[in-house]
């Protein structure tokens, strides 16, 4: 538009007097009688620069229309108002406070952490430090990976770039420490692996948190280096989040694995060591020895050819003296036929639990048999035994559901 108008500003008219150099000429070269043939051009360009001229006038005042409507009414015709904008901007406003938990979806890693969209101005940023309660070399041991959409929670600023710093560890420390008073509250056994002592106590690592076991709670004998990165059994005995304070017994979860061991139960258990006289075996966190004698029913003349240390197998509880902390054990009480620990010790494991079952019954009726002979010689407790093993009140009317005590098979007290 502006070219325009300097187009039109440097056309000019002459006037018409005859003293211009136009009277002139046309007066020197055409008679009087033809200046009637000169007139028609000089009247169009006239004609021209008033027609263009009216064209600018009407180009100006439709820029003056455009101002003022711009002016008194700017959304006149336009669908979203102003109010629609606002709501708009407080629907996507991003609250960037620290300990703001977000939703993001990682989308790129790298050796030190990882890039997370959140929706934000700028993209998040997740380090391997802060992305796992445990201690990681890359965030794809955690599971982070691209594509991974996952809650995290703001814990700075990067003043560089003013990117925003994100972390999962902080979420898992919370979920650790309200797992741990579940536990707590449960009173259940855990296993932790200690991995530290100092001159109060161990230290193990319970759901990922350090907890602290005294010396007083301790039950075992052996050395503080001697429980280095082993598992043992615990019980909570102090969950204090705010205190970061997680104190643990090992001596009352041992207490309470010995009070569930009964005799002819069968129990998982790990070769400890070998000795000449037998095994050591860790079931759930209590040593119990497996004589020579009680391995097979065939003699073992040397153990090492049937066990060895970190073998895994089952074995049968034969007694527990709690005073002392001795559990008996036997594998000889679930072979299948003799000898099957030597050259079968598979179907050993397999039949474990219905072996000792078999056992278990066999005890019952020869506890059964031994109550019922002692009733023979105390006829004032006013029970008899029938002379088909039925133990009822004295007299001829007998229950018909007495007590059968009829036993086929009752082992002798050297197999017991």
């Not at 021209?48 to 409507?69: C, I, N, P, V, W």
């Not at 969209?117 to 802060?130: F, G, M, R």
């Not at 008073?181 to 932790?192: M, S, T």
């Not at 970190?310 to 509880?317: E, F, H, Q």
Request: aromatic content about 6%; charged content about 25%; some cysteine.
């Amino acid at each position: 538009m502006a070219s325009l108008a300097q187009q039109f500003t440097g056309l000019r008219c002459s006037p018409l007097s005859s003293s211009s150099r136009l009277s002139r000429r046309v007066s020197k070269n055409f008679p009087q009688n033809k200046s009637a043939s000169v007139s028609p051009t000089i009247v169009a360009a006239v004609a021209m620069s008033s027609g263009q001229t009216k064209e600018r006038l009407e180009l100006k005042k439709m820029f003056e229309d455009a101002y003022e409507r711009c002016r008194t009414a700017p959304m006149e015709g336009v669908a979203f108002t102003v109010d629609d904008f606002a709501a708009a901007i407080e629907q996507y406003d991003f609250n960037s406070e620290i300990g703001t938990r977000v939703k993001g979806t990682v989308f790129k890693t790298d050796a030190n952490g990882a890039l997370v969209d959140i929706s934000a101005k700028s993209s998040a940023y997740l380090s391997v430090e802060q992305a796992c309660i445990h201690r990681i070399k890359h965030v794809e041991e955690a599971g982070i990976v691209p594509g991974m959409v996952e809650e995290f929670v703001i814990i700075g600023e990067n003043e560089s770039d003013d990117s925003l710093l994100l972390s999962l560890r902080n979420i898992q420390y919370e979920l650790a420490w309200e797992r741990c008073r579940q536990l707590q509250a449960e009173d259940v056994i855990v296993k932790a692996k200690v991995i530290g002592a100092n001159k109060g106590g161990l230290v193990a690592l319970v759901e990922g948190l350090r907890g602290f076991v005294p010396f007083s709670q301790i039950s075992s004998k052996a050395a503080a280096e001697e429980l280095l990165e082993k598992e043992i059994p615990l019980k909570f005995v102090e969950v204090d989040e705010e205190q970061t304070k997680l104190v643990l017994s090992n001596r009352k979860a041992v207490a309470d694995s010995q009070a569930q061991l009964g005799i002819g139960s069968v129990v998982l258990g790990v070769v400890q060591s070998l000795k000449p006289y037998g095994a050591f075996i860790d079931i759930g966190g209590i040593n119990g020895l497996l004589h020579v004698s009680q391995i097979s029913h065939d003699r073992v003349s040397d153990i090492a050819t049937v066990l060895q240390p970190g073998d895994t197998l089952k074995v049968m509880i034969l007694s527990h003296d709690r005073d002392r902390g001795r559990v008996s054990l036997s594998t000889k009480k679930l072979e299948p036929t003799p000898g099957d620990m030597i050259r079968n010790p598979k179907l050993v494991f397999e039949k474990a639990e219905e072996m000792a079952q078999t056992f278990r019954q066999r005890i019952a009726q020869a506890e059964a048999m031994a109550r019922a002979d002692m009733l023979r010689f105390q006829p004032e407790s006013g029970l008899t035994l029938s002379s088909d093993g039925i133990l009822g009140p004295l007299g001829s009317d007998l229950p018909d559901d007495g007590v059968d005590l009829t036993v086929d098979d009752i082992p002798s007290a050297v197999d017991l």
